[in-house]
């Protein structure tokens, strides 16, 4: 069974904030944890994941666990993608046109 990044909702009614998690791909949105990496609170303005060991972030990344889309996109805000897309030998969205748009003065 596939390890999966998502997140899990926490907090009250009306008020969502999340754990970004590692966990089984089957279990349910609110099941148990392998482990915990961050949080994130999106009602805060400019809101940014938090990620309490982004290396571990990392780990599981290169182990083969797969994000979902807004985990994926909150890990590129954390500028944790691109370090992982470093890592694996690519370069991630962006960054060939940004480093093209740099070299010419």
Do not use: C
């Not at 999966?4 to 099941?31: E, F, N, Q, S, T």
């Amino acid at each position: 069974m596939a390890a999966r990044i998502r997140l899990k909702r926490v907090g009250a009614k009306k008020a969502p904030h999340y754990r970004i998690v590692v966990m089984h791909g089957a279990k349910p949105r609110d099941g148990e944890a392998v482990e915990i990496l961050g949080h994130y609170d999106p009602r805060t303005p400019n809101a940014l994941p938090v990620f309490t060991n982004p290396d571990r972030a990392l780990h599981w990344l290169l182990t083969g666990a797969q994000p979902t889309e807004t985990v994926r996109s909150l890990l590129r805000r954390a500028g944790i993608w691109a370090k992982f897309a470093e890592l694996r030998g690519r370069k991630p969205r962006g960054a060939a046109s940004a480093a093209e748009g740099a070299g010419t003065v």
